[in-house]
């Protein structure tokens, strides 16, 4: 009997071996029968149906198979069985009669020169013995169960082949779907449910183009005019790729490219398609702050260079009666926009640094209310309509940091106080003390920052492109250094703004331990 865990391939073998067997049995005129097929587990043959015997009269007959294989091994080629067992007979337990010798006969199941099992029948231990002339009786039905086993075994690897694949489908990270030849979808894994929010009982059987509806950036549809399924070709199999916007259930715009591998009919007509389906809005996103990027770099070395060149060309004419005063302004005009330029470059530098992970940290013990107040002097000489107050709090313990680092995070946070508040104002800068950390807030009093805008201002290359904002230089580097800075010493930033009003950045170092 087939195990109750049993594939449908098994059970359909099991149901074929009870119908060839009952019948091989039948026309010889024999009492009870067994099929054994090859087991790859147990590495000998064993009983895959069998009538007319019991649990002991089959023990008895394993012996006969372990033998079998003996001789099966010792002669590939051309193996008759029946020579030597067609007057044999089979010492079989019998509750009547102690023990009885049965007539048995016997053949391999051999398809395409391969032995796949053996079939035996036995006839009572009464009856004449088995003669020549069953061979060939036995043979017929020898090689339709050599048959049904072999179809078995091509079924159950395909199976196992296609629970194979459709793993591995289900398991990709990347979306996946089939779509017959009328462009229905057939198949939609875990990864497709979870980039477009539809279950798979919500869109199988339904236009591919119904549920994605593919379209350009510009939003003209792509599905309908552009699909590769609609293609001839004289290619069994082709592969193409389609990028646009598809629309989640929820109503959400992804970017995703689409592969498409078409399977098609010697006229080149489409017979179904696989498709990979991946979400590249980021990627997207990212080509774009890099473009924009690159646009405002150029902008940003242009127009220092402009001005340094400007100065340089009006100072060095022969004929210009220059005054001392008029020479040391347009020279310090000059060294700052060089200033600037070897300031853009180092972030430049740093910033490359930390995509190729070879920013390595020193640290040392620091004190930062010496380090911040170092910077505010800087910038006082640097500028006349803000003021700047330092406050930090009695007994600031050091922190354990990289002083060129933090440094940098320091200059670029009151950098940018100074830059957005083109207005003027007061800049404060004032340090708290908790239990595991230090708190250093930087305030400045300037235009503030838009509410959809504040998550992403860490991000590398990004920069506001809203109202007075555009109007300051920078590149969008400096915050996404100074996450990462304080990230790498397990510190954190975080903002807080009101547009209009100005904004609060407040950066955490871990406290020395001990200190305090």
Known sequence: MPSPRATPEQIDLHATLKMILNTAVEALQGSAGVVAT???VEHRFVATESCGLDARALDRLRTLMDESLTDLATSRESFDLLSELQTHRLPLPSSEKGQTLNPIIALPLQVGGEFVGLIYVLRPYDAAAFSSADQPILAAFAQQAAIAVQNARLAYLLAEEKRRVESILEGSAE??????????????????????????EDV?????SSVLNLRRWDGSRLCIAQCPMLKQTGDASSTSEQQGRIQTKD??????????????????????AVINVRD???LREIESLRATFLSMLGHEVQTPLSIIKGYTSTLAR???NWTESTLREGLQVIEGECDRLSKMMSRLLLASRIETGSL?????????????????RRFETMTRIHTFTVSFEPGFPAVYADPELTEEVVTNLIDNAVKYSPEGGEIGVTGKVSNEHVEVTVADEGIGIPLREVDRIFEQFHRVNSGPVQRIRGV??????????LEAHGGSIRVTSQLGKGSQFTLTLPRCRGAG
């Open 38 to 40: 090859w087991s790859e």
């Open 175 to 200: 979306g996946i779907m089939s779509i017959d030849a009328q462009r229905r979808i057939v198949r939609f894994n875990s990864a497709m449910e979870r980039l477009t929010g539809y279950s798979r």
């Open 204 to 208: 199988l059987g339904k236009q591919c």
């Open 251 to 272: 109503g959400q715009n992804i970017d995703v490219s689409m592969v498409y591998s078409i399977i098609r009919s010697p006229e080149g007509q489409p017979r179904n």
């Open 280 to 282: 590249i809005t980021r």
């Open 318 to 320: 022969s004929d210009g």
């Open 360 to 376: 390595t940290l020193k640290k040392e013990e620091l004190q930062l209310p010496s380090l911040v107040s170092k910077v505010v």
């Open 476 to 485: 969008g580097l400096g915050l996404y250094i100074c996450k990462y800075i």
